[in-house]
């Protein structure tokens, strides 16, 4: 189960909505072993895609370093799906390299209007399993 504050919600919200139509990423990051998402990180989309995202590999070096002099790991790692559900794709899948993360996807299609759907995944040796979602105010 994925444990998160209603104010890290909304950033990664209205950072799939600022990116849209491309896909926005990012992490959250945490206290090592603490399971709890704590810093906000918005990243990159080096793809500049609506239909896939990948993480700038400096930027992604310089935020990985910058978790660990802090002793702090990627608890989220979060990404956009701008005209489907919010459900890992077999790239997303396949890219999924922390097994202790949580994968949040959050979908901006337009259906949906003002509203955005937000789930969190494992995703461990590529299987995914949809866990519940516990929003904290904050």
Known sequence: MLTISRELVDKIIAHARADHPDEACGV????????????????????????????????????????????EEPVVIYHSHTATEAYPSRTDISYASEPNAHYVLVSTREELGEEAEFRSYRIVDGVVSEEEVTITPG
């Open 28 to 71: 959250i990051a945490g206290p090592v072993g603490s399971d709890s998402p704590e810093r906000f990180v918005a990243m990159e989309n080096a793809e500049r895609s609506p239909t896939f995202y990948r993480f700038d590999s400096m930027e992604q070096l310089r935020v990985w370093r910058e978790m660990d002099d802090r002793d």
